[in-house]
C-alpha cells in the first residue's frame, strides 16, 4: 500500500518570509510526485511534479520541491511568499505500475499575513 | 472538450432523496477519479476507473454509492437514499495513463448540499 502524509495542517507564515510545506510518502513500488494547489473557492491546479532526472524541480509561481528518495519525501519550498499564496496545498503520489492510482495527502493550508 | 466538466456545479436535495452527478473527462483520457472534499477538509478517495480494468471501488463510503463509467468516458456518481453527512464538493479528475505525464486535471466540483 502506498501513503502520503503533511504532518502540517496549516502553515501560517508573514509575507515575504520563506516556507516549506513537508510530504513525506511510503510505497513499495516507485512513484510519481506532485504537488497540487487548491486557491479559496476555486479548483485544484497543478503546481509541479517531478517524474525523473533532476530532483529538483520548479514550478509555477516561483514554488520548488526537491525529491529526496532516502527520505522518501518531497517538500514544497518558496523562498518568499505572497498574499496570494494563501492556498489549500496537497502533495500526492501515482505509482508507477499498473494502477497509477493518484494519492492525496490531507493538505496543508498556507495562511500568508501581511 | 478543452477541460474535465462537471455537472450540475451546484445540487441542494432533501436527505433520502437519489442524486446523479457527472463527469466528462478530457477527450482520450484512460483513468478517471472521483473524490469528495468535506468543508474544510482534505480530498478523500472514492474511486478510480482505469481503461477496461474493474474501477477501484475501496474508497466509497457506503453502499449507498455507486459509479459507472460509460464507453471509457462519461461518468455518474449516484448517491442513493442522501444523508446530511453527505452534503460535500465532489471532484472528478481525469489522466492519460499508461504515461510518463500522468497528470491528473480536476474538474470545478458539484457542490452537494443535502437538507
Known amino acids: 500500500a502506498q501513503s502520503v502524509t503533511q504532518l502540517d495542517s496549516q502553515v501560517p507564515v508573514f509575507e515575504e518570509a520563506p516556507v516549506e510545506l513537508r510530504c513525506n510518502y511510503s510505497?513499495?513500488?516507485?512513484?510519481?510526485l506532485f504537488w497540487y494547489v487548491q486557491y479559496p473557492n476555486q479548483g485544484l491546479q497543478l503546481l509541479l511534479k517531478?517524474?525523473?532526472?533532476?530532483?529538483l524541480v520548479k514550478g509555477i509561481n516561483g514554488f520548488e520541491a526537491e525529491f529526496n528518495k532516502s527520505q522518501t519525501s518531497f517538500h514544497l519550498r518558496k523562498p518568499s511568499v505572497h498574499i496570494s499564496d494563501t492556498a489549500e496545498y496537497f502533495c500526492?503520489?501515482?505509482?508507477?505500475?499498473?494502477?497509477?492510482?493518484?494519492?492525496f495527502g490531507s493538505g496543508t493550508r498556507l495562511l500568508v499575513r501581511p | 472538450g478543452a477541460g474535465v466538466s462537471q455537472s450540475p456545479s451546484n445540487k441542494v436535495t432533501e436527505k433520502g432523496k437519489d442524486v446523479e452527478l457527472r463527469c466528462d473527462p478530457i477527450?482520450?483520457?484512460?483513468?478517471l477519479y472521483w473524490y469528495r472534499q468535506s468543508l474544510g477538509q482534505g480530498l478523500e478517495f472514492l474511486i478510480y476507473?482505469?481503461?477496461?480494468?474493474?474501477?477501484?471501488k475501496s474508497g466509497l463510503p457506503s453502499d449507498r454509492f455507486s459509479a459507472e463509467r460509460t464507453g471509457g468516458s462519461v461518468s455518474t456518481l449516484t448517491i442513493q437514499r442522501t444523508q446530511q453527512e453527505d452534503s460535500a464538493v465532489y471532484l472528478c479528475?481525469?489522466?492519460?495513463?499508461?504515461?510518463?505525464?500522468?497528470?491528473?486535471?480536476f474538474g470545478q466540483g458539484t457542490r452537494l448540499t443535502v437538507v
Open positions: 479528475a481525469s489522466s492519460f495513463v499508461p504515461s510518463t505525464n500522468t497528470e491528473a486535471f
Open positions: 510505497s513499495s513500488v516507485s512513484v510519481y
Open positions: 517531478y517524474l525523473s532526472g533532476s530532483t
Open positions: 500526492a503520489v501515482t505509482r508507477m505500475d499498473s494502477s497509477y492510482k493518484l494519492i
Open positions: 477527450s482520450g483520457h484512460t483513468a
Open positions: 476507473f482505469q481503461g477496461n480494468s474493474a474501477p477501484d
